[in-house]
């Protein structure tokens, strides 16, 4: 079978638009005393104005907060701005963005959140959150205008079309850990119609995200994963197990749910080098679940694998209740689709995995559960498309053929009504790229380019 695709080519002006931005604060002030009088830190925190800028941003300054956290639970900072001279509104389907730069420091915390607070004009409140990067490079956040939550002390009601304060939460911890300090820089948060998009080069892809071989024991397995459960805690062991449905060791997951609804435990890589999932990846991996779940399985009987990127931005995909339940081992499948809207995700620079057992979501008893998962890899699919593109060189119009397969014959076809096709070029690819320079004379054309059998 012959594979054809099809390019119109013109050469005209064009423009494009990121739809409605409106600047909530860019944190531009004259100086840190004026700063200063317009936000009010918390005891732990130290707000100031600093040189320290995304590379994306078109600003010269940004907010550093310097913060402390004693040993306590739920240890938390915070800084709040002041009354708006302008009231604002967000939409559901809009976005609000801000750049963030985290700090390694945040890596021995066990809870991490920060959250951007908003508040109307009668005091009402709501809030987004994420974790914040355990890094210390700029990153974008984007959060979706309808994905807000209440905390546990707000009314639930909030006006979003009149609001008139921002606010940051910082998190500290859960537990009581042993204290110790860290410092967050925000700039440019936003009202968009689009999510701001500000990503780096992709990095180079992973093909095995865990095979689970490389573990000399399951103390090598829990040194490398950290442990993360619901918040009514489930219990969640760790370890190796042999034998194994590819190579010779597993991953198994021993899951105390406590009673109640959503409980869920799961194992979270450490941040690793970036690395890449293309859009025409397929990841494969082998589960066995655990048939004592049957009688309380329900919509949120699932298991989850999920991938962050720097910023904290996470992407889920999530199964039925099928291969929770079975004691057979089963091959997932995922396509990149699979995952939902990834727009705001950096695919390209991909840094960590969750994977995730979730027991049910209707109140039930405490269950215990055995789960076992195999062999995390990533593929491309067989076919790879080529693209045709133009450009203009010097007066004349070069078509060039990019993800040529090494070997392979191709036509590159013209015509200038559809009707009727020309050969203009034959090339049997020793290279991924191609190029045909057009006739200088032809205003517009259109190019099929097909791959012989």
């Known amino acids: 079978m012959k ?70 639970a739920w240890v938390t900072q915070s800084i709040t701005g002041p009354l708006l001279n302008e009231i604002f509104s967000i939409e559901p389907e809009q976005y609000i963005s801000l750049r963030l730069k985290g700090d390694p420091a945040f890596e021995a915390a066990d809870f991490r959140n920060i959250y951007l607070y908003v508040y109307d004009d009668w005091g009402d409140f709501a809030r987004w959150g994420t974790q914040v990067p355990a890094t210390d490079g700029w990153q974008v956040i984007n959060f979706g205008g309808g994905d807000f939550q209440f905390p546990w002390n707000a009314s639930g009601e909030i006006d979003m079309t009149y609001l008139s304060k921002i606010a940051i939460f910082q998190y500290g911890s859960q537990a009581a850990i042993d204290p110790y300090e860290a410092t967050i820089y925000v700039d440019d948060i936003e009202i968009r119609d689009e999510p701001l998009i500000d990503f780096a080069a992709p990095s180079a892809p992973r093909s095995v995200i865990d095979d689970f071989e490389e573990y000399a024991n399951s103390e090598a397995l829990r040194d490398y994963y950290s442990y ?23 991953l198994r997951l021993d899951i105390d749910f406590p009673s109640g609804q959503y409980p869920w435990g799961s194992v979270r890589s450490p941040v690793l080098e970036p690395f890449s999932l293309p859009d025409e990846g397929v990841i494969t991996l082998k589960m066995k679940g655990d048939a004592g779940l049957t009688e ?4 949120g009987t699932n298991f989850w694998l999920s991938f962050y990127d ?25 396509n990149m689709d699979d995952f939902g809207d990834t727009s705001t995700i950096d695919t390209g620079n ?14 039930n008893p405490a ?15 067989e076919m790879q498309q080529p693209v045709l593109t133009a450009f203009m ?32 070029t034959s090339i049997v690819a020793d290279a991924d790229t191609a190029t045909h320079l057009a006739n200088p004379d032809q205003k517009m054309a259109f190019y099929q380019l097909i791959e012989k059998p």
């Open 3 to 72: 594979n054809i695709w099809i390019l119109l080519c013109v050469v005209a002006a064009c423009s494009a638009t990121a739809g409605t931005v409106r600047v909530i604060e860019d944190f531009e002030y004259a100086d840190a005393e004026e700063l200063l009088f317009d936000w009010e830190p918390s005891t732990g925190a130290i707000p100031s104005l600093s040189t320290e800028v995304a590379a994306g941003s078109e600003g010269a300054t940004s907010m550093q907060i310097d913060l402390s956290f004693p040993s306590a």
């Open 228 to 250: 993360e459960n619901s918040w009514h805690p489930s219990v969640t062991v760790a370890s190796i197990e042999s034998p194994a449905p590819q190579g010779e060791q597993c």
């Open 296 to 299: 309380v399985a329900d919509s």
């Open 310 to 334: 720097a910023a904290g931005n996470r992407m889920n995909y999530i199964t039925d209740i099928a291969p929770v339940i079975s004691d057979d081992w089963t091959t997932l499948t995922i």
């Open 350 to 363: 991909l840094v960590q995995w969750r994977i995730l057992v979730e027991g049910w979501a209707e109140a």
């Open 367 to 381: 269950l215990s559960g055995s789960f076992f998962v195999d062999d995390i890899r990533v593929s491309t699919l």
């Open 393 to 424: 060189e010097e007066q004349s119009v070069r078509v060039q053929m990019s993800q040529l397969t090494q070997g392979s014959e191709y036509e590159l076809l013209m015509s200038d009504n559809l009707s009727e096709w020309t050969v203009v």
